[in-house]
């Protein structure tokens, strides 16, 4: 059958057999797809540069045996080997890549996921990697997922939540709370609500590189207890952060 | 398998082969079917190196490469130059780099390479094993010998990090376009490689 050209980025990959490969991609038109790579491991051809997670290029996509597909080719079209070359980076990068694997049905497509997973990507190999920009795609990913945080009124009752110096904010159940339903909800910092609202809004995580640190990992305490109330485990790409020795400045996933 | 399947010898033989690496249903059946036609005195002498490779080797208590008991050939051998180690990442790396026979030095095996999404950390590595050879100071230089792809490149990394504090000269094997390949036919990912990596004529 013949295949289609799509762009694509690698998920995950696993060993099939000797020299084949079980790939997991992400498409913008067809969503999360598990195809099987034949001869991936030691193809010079179809897989040039090999296929590893975070890769981002243009794949052919063709029906194979039964339900899965065959991944016939890979031409990556992003450079990919600043990934190796920086432990920080390497963590970041498989970090969005399982998180995104996680969280993603397949089959479900989404151009604008694909498009927030990219330009993350993008940002943490083609530059400095920083953990603001993580937090960024987080936000982008429950938003495409449909479970946006409230960042301005309750996510319990949706009445409009004051400007104070802090708020009562609840991940797993959605956000900002007001006075009525805030009771045993951990606080908030407004500085860090306000940066949550930056990135919510696209805005460049790089201008909140001198955001106090206590602010950025209130904003990553915050945003991660919404990804975590929704994964089935944890992530092997947070463990493996924690093992690393740490960059000056290097901020956990 | 069902039940009558485990019973039958032939059936038994095939489903154990499949479980190696490589062998599907089809190749399995014919390497048994090949087995039943062979001689006896083959299949006995098959069957004891089967038991016996797996009885008998074990890991180099220096390198952890494969060795039949305490140090592997390498590690015993004073004619190598004990002042350089390579790291690979698995023992048919080390396999392929002795076949060079341009390597006079000794080896350290890894067992695995970093893989975030597999779960597999630097304590799953034989790294606190390298750091404990490179007490003392008769080592002068660790070439890192991984694959060249991202999670060899990320190991690469991560031993340098911790062994250019000890003093140790710490190098990369070179990588970039094939032998014999040619530039117009190389991905742009290995010509970045090959372009960062370039050396002085």
Redo the contacts between chains.
């Keep these: 059958m013949q295949s289609q050209s799509t762009p694509a980025v690698i998920l995950?990959t696993?060993p099939l057999?000797?020299?084949d490969l079980i790939a997991i991609v992400l498409t913008p038109e067809q969503g999360k797809l598990e195809t099987a790579a034949a001869r991936a491991r030691n193809s010079?051809?179809r897989f040039?540069?090999?296929l590893?997670?975070?890769m981002r290029g243009v794949a052919a996509i063709a029906r194979g045996r039964g339900a899965l597909l065959r991944l016939e080719s890979f031409?990556?079209?992003a450079?990919?080997?600043p990934?190796?070359?920086?432990?920080t980076r390497?963590?970041y990068v498989?970090?969005l890549?399982?998180l995104t694997d996680e969280l993603v049905l397949a089959r479900h497509p989404d151009p604008e996921l694909f498009a927030a997973l990219c330009l993350a990507l993008e940002q943490v190999i083609g530059g400095a990697p920083q953990a603001l920009q993580l937090r960024q795609y987080e936000l982008a990913l429950l938003r495409c997922l449909g479970l946006s945080p409230a960042l301005t009124s309750c996510c319990v009752c949706g009445s409009e939540v004051g400007s104070e110096d802090s708020a009562a904010f609840d991940g797993p159940r959605g956000g900002v709370l007001c006075l009525e339903h805030e009771r045993g909800a951990p606080r908030l910092p407004a500085a860090a609500l306000a940066a949550i609202q930056h990135l919510e809004a696209g805005g460049d995580p790089a201008a909140l590189a001198s955001a106090p640190a206590g602010v950025r990992r209130a904003v990553r305490d915050a945003i991660q207890s919404i990804v975590r109330s929704h994964l089935r485990r944890p992530l092997?790409?947070q463990?493996?952060?924690a093992?690393?020795?740490r960059d000056a400045g290097a901020e956990g996933v | 398998m069902t039940g009558d399947d485990a019973q039958n010898p032939l059936q038994r033989l095939a489903a154990l082969l499949t479980r190696l690496?490589?062998i599907?249903e089809k190749t399995a059946m014919r390497l048994a079917l090949s087995l039943v036609k062979a001689d006896g005195d083959y299949v006995a002498a098959l069957a004891d190196a089967i038991a016996g490779v797996h009885r008998q080797l074990g890991l180099c208590e220096v390198c952890f490469d494969l060795c039949t008991g305490g140090a592997c050939e390498r590690c015993r051998d004073r004619r190598r130059d004990h002042g350089i180690i390579c790291v690979v990442a698995q023992p048919q790396d080390r396999m392929a780099i002795e076949r060079t026979g341009a390597y006079h030095g000794l080896y350290h095996v890894l067992h695995g390479v970093?893989d975030?999404?597999?779960?597999v950390?630097?304590?799953e590595l034989r790294v606190k094993e390298l750091l404990r050879r490179l007490q003392g100071d008769s080592v002068r230089e660790v070439i890192v010998a991984t694959s060249p792809?991202?999670?060899?490149?990320?190991t690469?990394?991560?031993l340098a990090?911790?062994l250019r504090p000890l003093g140790v000269q710490v190098s990369r094997i070179a990588s970039g376009v094939?032998v014999g390949g040619e530039l117009e036919?190389?991905?742009?990912?290995?010509l970045?490689?090959a372009l960062?990596d370039r050396r002085a004529l």
């Excluded at chain 1, 990934?83 to 432990?87: F, P, R, T, Y």
């Excluded at chain 2, 975030?116 to 779960?119: D, I, S, T, W």
């Excluded at chain 2, 792809?149 to 990320?154: K, L, R």
Aim: some cysteine.
């Design positions: 995950r696993r057999g000797e020299a010079k051809k040039a540069g090999g590893s997670p975070g031409d990556a079209t450079a990919h080997a990934v190796g070359a920086d432990l390497f963590a498989a970090y890549c399982e092997h790409a463990a493996f952060f093992a690393l020795p | 690496p490589g599907g970093l975030p999404l597999g779960g950390g630097p304590d792809n991202v999670e060899g490149d990320a690469a990394v991560y990090k911790l094939a036919y190389a991905d742009m990912n290995t970045n490689r960062a």
